[in-house]
């Protein structure tokens, strides 16, 4: 029934997404790419979820928050990647207009739940840091869970929010996107009536939702540096950096990309603005395990007692 009440408010059932300028004989190399990403996007984090679980020492609000990124990635990639792999394998281009605005709706979930975890972990590196005799005080169970329970409502919230404005949209004569996936902002753009309203929560509530998580994250490193700069030691840099690296190099990964997407000139041309938006929804998710794993030596030590007893099975 909902399926239908969304097509009623539209004479467009469906949808044409144009997909990434990739020339015919390019196809192959790219779809094959992008496939090998994608798998490593998944692979990658679902490793990192596994080792949490099952190593007693990665039972810690840190490595808790860490999970529920790796879960976050998996499924933000897992939005948009199948289907424009499908696309590119098929050359069907077609995407119902429910199928599209779920798409919508989850794409702005996961990127929104991504926001709030990283700012969450900026807060618990802050607390190790700044208060570490109160650390196991200040970031207790009940915190951490409610800190997540958090993310995740005020994530559904705000993508709710953008999908009951959606479906009051109309939709007339064009039904192309150019894009490999159903943006918000180009699917407004096809629309025959008002979205001023629309493209007002966008630039308000769409800004409060990046600035508001990043300046967190601001906030927390500044005390950070402000703490490790009163008594500078090698020691204490060194374990700030080690404590803090892998974080902030996800952090400048994800809100650099993201910021390149949504809060690019109006200039800014459609093949520069995917690039953009590949960096964001591909390739940083599939670097976040690589980061964590490559300067993490919790998460080393834990694949290797994996991997001994797989051996042990063998």
């Known amino acids: 029934m909902k399926s239908l009440r969304w097509e009623n408010q539209s004479s467009v059932s469906e949808f044409l997404l144009l997909g990434l300028p990739i020339r015919p004989v390019q196809r192959g190399l790219f779809f094959a790419l992008f496939l090998g990403m994608y798998l490593t996007t998944v692979l990658g984090n679902l490793l990192i979820i596994l080792l949490i679980r099952l190593d007693s020492r990665l039972h810690t609000p840190m490595y808790f928050f860490l999970s529920h990124l790796a879960f976050s990635d998996v499924s933000f990639s897992s939005v948009t990647v199948p289907k424009m792999l499908t696309n590119m394998h098929t050359q069907q281009l077609s995407i119902s207009y429910s199928g599209c605005v779920s798409q919508v709706y989850f794409f702005l979930f996961f990127a929104g739940l991504d926001s709030f975890l990283l700012a969450v972990m900026a807060f618990d590196r ?102 490790v700069l009163r008594v500078p030691s090698t020691k204490s840099i060194f374990k700030a950096f080690s404590t803090c690296g892998s974080h902030l190099l996800v952090v400048s990964l994800y809100f650099g990309t993201s910021a390149g997407v949504y809060f690019s000139s109006s200039s800014t041309s459609r093949d520069k603005d995917m690039t953009a938006s590949v960096m964001y929804m591909v390739v940083a998710p599939m670097l976040n395990p690589f980061i964590y794993n490559l300067r993490n030596r919790d998460i080393k030590q834990a694949l290797d007692t994996f991997v001994n007893k797989v051996n042990l099975f063998k």
Request: glycine share 6%; with cysteine; aromatic share 10%.
């Open 126 to 227: 802050y607390v190790a840091i700044c208060q570490p005799l109160h650390y196991t005080t200040i970031m207790r169970q009940e915190l951490c869970v409610s800190l997540v329970a958090g993310s995740w409502i005020f994530s559904l919230i705000h993508s709710l929010l953008y999908i009951l404005l959606l479906i009051q949209v109309s939709f007339c004569a064009d039904n192309t996107i150019p894009h490999f996936f159903c943006d918000l902002p180009a699917l407004l753009k096809l629309s025959c009536s008002d979205v001023s309203l629309n493209e007002l929560v966008i630039f308000t509530e769409g800004g409060l939702l990046f600035t508001l998580p990043l300046g967190g994250i601001l906030g927390s490193y500044v005390r950070i540096g402000t703490t």
